[in-house]
């Protein structure tokens, strides 16, 4: 068992986070080119005040998420697919659905080395896939979207929703108590408490649904590492 560990470590998690690291790095960067064009074109830039502002405001909106989605989503994606949902983006609403997907086709769980591997070929379909997409709407998304009728365009706004909805219940089946437990600590937290602001209670209800399963599944890790070891 250390032996396959090692190998796997040595042959692809090690190769995965040197590439993973300098791509990413070099991303920051390449990421202000449009800014830096449109200054250098048309000397067009906002004051440092300005870019604070929206800065705190984005990070007052959103700041959770900094902390929240890697933690959250790492045992699906693991260490690879963690760098490729970083650089591609569309983490919540296209590469942890794909990566899901494709880890049920096959039949493997999370949070294992065979999970992994899995969830990175299908992330990395997901993102072929949304590059083909995306050129397409960007040339024609316009047009379509004045096609359709007003009832199609208010279904969109609940795209989002439905997807973390069929995420949940994929593994409420697979977990029962942990999803009750979910379903439970989001109620108190919205219909009994009421005056927690939603970043605070995505975090509880995040963290606290963790800690939940580790508590109570410490007993089968101990087991799973005495196998291991012995």
Same mark, same amino acid.
């Given at each position: 068992?250390n032996?396959q560990?090692?190998?796997f470590?040595?042959?692809?998690?090690?190769?995965?986070?040197?590439?993973g690291?300098?791509?990413?790095?070099?991303?920051?960067p390449f990421?202000?080119?449009?800014a830096?064009y449109?200054?250098?074109?048309?000397?067009?830039?906002?004051?440092v005040k300005?870019i604070?502002?929206?800065?705190?405001?984005?990070?007052?909106?959103?700041?959770?998420e900094?902390?929240m989605?890697?933690?959250?989503?790492?045992?699906?994606?693991? *260490?690879?697919g +963690?760098?490729? /949902?970083f650089?591609?983006?569309?983490i919540?609403? #296209?590469?942890? &659905?794909?990566?899901?997907? !494709?880890?049920q086709?096959?039949g493997?769980e999370?949070?294992t080395?065979?999970g992994?591997?899995?969830a990175?070929?299908?992330?990395?379909g997901s993102?072929?896939?949304?590059? *083909?997409?995306v +050129?397409?709407? /960007?040339?024609?998304g316009?047009y379509?979207?004045? #096609?359709?009728p &007003?009832?199609?365009?208010e !279904?969109?706004?609940?795209?989002?929703?439905s997807?973390f909805?069929?995420?949940f219940?994929?593994?409420?089946?697979?977990h029962?108590k942990?999803a009750?437990f979910?379903?439970? *600590?989001?109620s108190i937290?919205?219909?009994?408490?009421?005056?927690l602001?939603v970043?605070?209670?995505v975090?509880?209800?995040?963290?606290?649904?963790?800690?939940?399963?580790?508590?109570?599944?410490?007993?089968?890790?101990s087991?799973?590492?005495?196998?291991?070891?012995?």
């Amino acid at each position: 068992m250390n032996a396959q560990k090692g190998s796997f470590d040595a042959e692809f998690t090690q190769p995965i986070i040197r590439t993973g690291m300098w791509t990413l790095l070099l991303a920051v960067p390449f990421s202000f080119f449009p800014a830096l064009y449109l200054w250098w074109q048309y000397g067009a830039i906002p004051t440092v005040k300005t870019i604070l502002t929206a800065w705190f405001m984005i990070v007052s909106i959103y700041g959770v998420e900094y902390f929240m989605t890697p933690i959250s989503y790492f045992p699906i994606l693991g *260490i690879s697919g +963690t760098y490729m /949902a970083f650089l591609s983006g569309n983490i919540a609403n #296209m590469r942890v &659905p794909c990566a899901i997907v !494709a880890q049920q086709v096959v039949g493997v769980e999370p949070a294992t080395k065979e999970g992994e591997i899995v969830a990175t070929l299908g992330m990395a379909g997901s993102i072929i896939t949304n590059l *083909i997409v995306v +050129t397409i709407a /960007a040339i024609g998304g316009s047009y379509l979207l004045s #096609m359709f009728p &007003p009832i199609i365009l208010e !279904a969109l706004n609940y795209v989002l929703p439905s997807i973390f909805g069929g995420l949940f219940a994929i593994f409420a089946v697979r977990h029962p108590k942990y999803a009750v437990f979910a379903i439970a *600590i989001a109620s108190i937290l919205l219909g009994v408490i009421k005056v927690l602001p939603v970043w605070l209670v995505v975090v509880l209800c995040s963290f606290s649904t963790i800690g939940f399963a580790l508590f109570s599944s410490r007993g089968k890790f101990s087991d799973e590492d005495n196998g291991e070891t012995a």
